[in-house]
Nanobody
């Protein structure tokens, strides 16, 4: 079992920044990949970013590339999503997820564990 807890969401003006955290517990994550997804009301869940725990390889959705950065803290078993130059269309509930697959993936069904989500609201 892997437990994931997100934090750091809130209200921010367009152009501002926010950093989300995902604390993981239950098992070592050395063989896992971590992902961030988001979902707005009435919209499909969409991929945001992914990171290979071992080695730190990353993958980003085109919509956030250059603005968002995914990173990890090995000692704290924590994954971060630094969000800069935020836009109103970034407004959504953001979810942290963990996958046992070796390769990075943008598909939600490839992730095995999910956090409860944290709300991010970007005002114009």
């Amino acid at each position: 079992q892997v437990q994931l807890v997100e934090s750091g969401g809130g209200l921010v003006q367009a152009g501002g920044s926010l950093r989300l955290s995902c604390a993981a517990s239950g098992r070592t994550l050395s063989s896992y990949s971590m992902g961030w997804f988001r979902q707005a009301p009435g919209k499909e869940r969409e991929f945001v970013a992914a990171l290979r725990w071992s080695g730190g390889s990353t993958l980003y959705a085109d919509s956030v590339k250059g603005r968002f950065t995914i990173s990890r803290d090995n000692a704290q078993n924590t994954v971060y999503l630094q969000m800069n130059s935020l836009k109103p269309e970034d407004t959504a509930v953001y979810y942290c997820a963990a996958s046992r697959r070796l390769g990075l993936t943008s598909y939600g069904y490839t992730y095995d564990y999910w956090g409860q989500g944290t709300q991010v609201t970007v005002s114009s």
